[in-house]
């Protein structure tokens, strides 16, 4: 197994090395740029991120230093006449524009070996600051999003499974269906219309993940406000997220059932209990716990950008949109490779996470 471990981290060097010269390239092709949004900014026809999505504008423009610059032509830029072209050189060397493409990629790989991100080319802050800052929220999400997933979706998998084709089979499908087909900033909405204010109750508050006066409540009701907080977001987030897994538990689960060893058992005279969780639910569930190392990074990094949005939750989804949109290439470069990075750990997680449900599995053996 540790020989099978090392080949499989080794492989994440060239596979995450891939990863990020694609992504540079395709920002090498991208429209705009740090130069033309500093050009933007100084003409007065900047609009950030936030004010997109109904919020406050760009923050300061801050020029740190950074090895994970990007695209833009060196020479000229969108709305940069009447600008000296000392002071756009200026501005090329400040950011390391100065430099050939391959050059700046090759800086930015070897900054990143030893995480060393730089700093945000819009906010006066390191992009590990910004990323420690962030991530709390969208840990919140995701976490408690991915637990009440696999909590609903496995026992109702479960039973649909042993009621295939019944009543209850058939009315928790259409329940299924209509939760796999609305998107989750659907559900948020009218959450928010039902009960945060907007047409009917106001049991839930809108905005934020604590209270003003958090500081001031005690340990109980910091956790009360915190729950209260994020129940409107996660709620929206499960709903639009469990029925994926709940087929796929019932699936496994039909798929077992019908297996030689299960009639063997039965004919044994084993209550069905005995043989639905003492012989079928280890081999059923080896696909679904596996995959939850996966689901989690899923949902943490990618499922809760509109919900994070709509309910005004300043996390890593919000952080990512803006630096897209504001081209702070450093930010989008750094949550890039960190995220991938943790992509292919979970990948590894979730095969070691096979091993552990069922010791039978054996990796190396299926590469001899």
Same mark, same amino acid.
């Given at each position: 197994? %540790?020989?099978?471990?090392?080949? $499989?981290?080794?492989?994440?060097?060239?596979?995450?090395?891939?990863?990020?010269?694609?992504?540079?390239?395709? &920002?090498? !092709? *991208?429209?705009?740029?740090?130069?033309?949004?500093?050009?933007? +900014?100084?003409?007065?026809?900047?609009?950030?991120?936030? #004010? /997109?999505?109904?919020?406050?504008?760009?923050?300061?423009?801050?020029?740190?230093?950074?090895?994970?610059?990007?695209?833009?032509?060196?020479? #000229?830029?969108?709305?940069?006449?009447?600008?000296?072209?000392?002071?756009?050189?200026?501005?090329?060397?400040?950011?390391?524009?100065?430099?050939?493409?391959?050059? /700046?990629?090759?800086?930015?790989?070897?900054?990143?070996?030893?995480?060393?991100?730089?700093?945000?080319?819009?906010?006066? @802050? #390191?992009?590990?600051?910004?990323?420690?800052?962030?991530?709390?929220?969208?840990?919140?999400?995701?976490?408690?999003?991915?637990?009440?997933?696999?909590? &609903?979706?496995?026992?109702?998998?479960?039973?649909?499974?042993?009621?295939?084709?019944?009543?209850?089979?058939?009315?928790?499908?259409?329940?299924?269906?209509?939760?796999?087909?609305?998107?989750?900033? =659907?559900?948020?909405?009218?959450?928010?219309?039902?009960?945060?204010?907007?047409?009917?109750?106001?049991?839930?508050?809108?905005?934020?993940?604590?209270?003003?006066?958090? +500081? @001031?409540?005690?340990?109980?009701?910091? &956790?009360?406000?915190?729950?209260?907080?994020?129940?409107?977001?996660?709620?929206?987030?499960?709903?639009?997220?469990?029925?994926?897994?709940?087929?796929?538990?019932?699936?496994?689960?039909?798929?077992?059932?019908?297996?030689?060893?299960?009639?063997? *058992?039965?004919?044994?005279?084993? #209550? +069905?209990?005995?043989? %639905?969780?003492?012989?079928?639910?280890?081999?059923?569930?080896?696909?679904?716990?596996?995959?939850?190392?996966?689901?989690?990074?899923?949902?943490?990094?990618?499922?809760?950008?509109?919900?994070?949005? &709509? !309910?005004? %939750?300043?996390?890593?989804?919000?952080?990512?949109? +803006?630096?897209?949109?504001?081209?702070?290439?450093?930010?989008?470069?750094?949550?890039?490779?960190?995220?991938?990075? %943790?992509?292919?750990?979970?990948?590894?997680?979730?095969? =070691?996470?096979?091993?552990?449900?069922?010791? $039978?599995?054996?990796?190396?053996?299926?590469?001899?």
């Amino acid at each position: 197994m %540790l020989a099978y471990i090392l080949r $499989r981290l080794l492989l994440m060097i060239p596979t995450l090395f891939g990863i990020m010269v694609l992504n540079f390239a395709v &920002i090498q !092709f *991208a429209p705009g740029g740090p130069i033309e949004q500093i050009i933007a +900014e100084i003409q007065g026809t900047a609009v950030g991120a936030t #004010s /997109r999505i109904g919020g406050s504008g760009a923050g300061d423009v801050s020029g740190g230093q950074s090895g994970s610059v990007t695209s833009g032509s060196e020479n #000229s830029y969108r709305g940069a006449q009447g600008l000296d072209p000392e002071f756009i050189k200026e501005l090329e060397k400040q950011f390391g524009f100065d430099k050939p493409a391959h050059e /700046r990629f090759f800086l930015m790989m070897k900054n990143y070996l030893v995480f060393d991100f730089g700093n945000s080319y819009f906010r006066d @802050e #390191s992009v590990v600051n910004l990323v420690l800052e962030k991530l709390p929220v969208s840990i919140s999400l995701g976490l408690w999003t991915t637990l009440l997933v696999y909590l &609903i979706s496995i026992p109702l998998g479960i039973k649909k499974a042993v009621k295939d084709g019944s009543r209850f089979d058939i009315w928790t499908s259409s329940l299924v269906i209509v939760g796999n087909a609305i998107p989750s900033f =659907l559900f948020a909405v009218a959450l928010i219309v039902f009960f945060a204010g907007g047409s009917y109750l106001d049991w839930f508050p809108l905005r934020g993940l604590t209270s003003e006066n958090f +500081e @001031e409540l005690s340990l109980f009701g910091k &956790i009360a406000d915190y729950f209260w907080h994020i129940a409107l977001p996660v709620t929206a987030m499960v709903i639009g997220g469990f029925a994926a897994l709940t087929q796929l538990t019932k699936n496994s689960f039909l798929d077992q059932i019908s297996q030689q060893y299960v009639l063997t *058992a039965k004919a044994k005279g084993l #209550s +069905e209990q005995r043989v %639905l969780y003492g012989h079928v639910f280890r081999n059923a569930m080896l696909i679904v716990i596996a995959g939850f190392p996966s689901a989690f990074i899923g949902i943490l990094f990618t499922g809760s950008l509109l919900i994070e949005v &709509i !309910f005004s %939750l300043d996390g890593l989804g919000l952080l990512g949109f +803006e630096a897209a949109i504001n081209r702070d290439y450093p930010v989008i470069f750094a949550t890039v490779y960190v995220f991938a990075l %943790l992509g292919l750990i979970m990948n590894l997680i979730g095969d =070691l996470t096979y091993t552990l449900i069922d010791p $039978r599995i054996d990796f190396e053996a299926r590469e001899a």
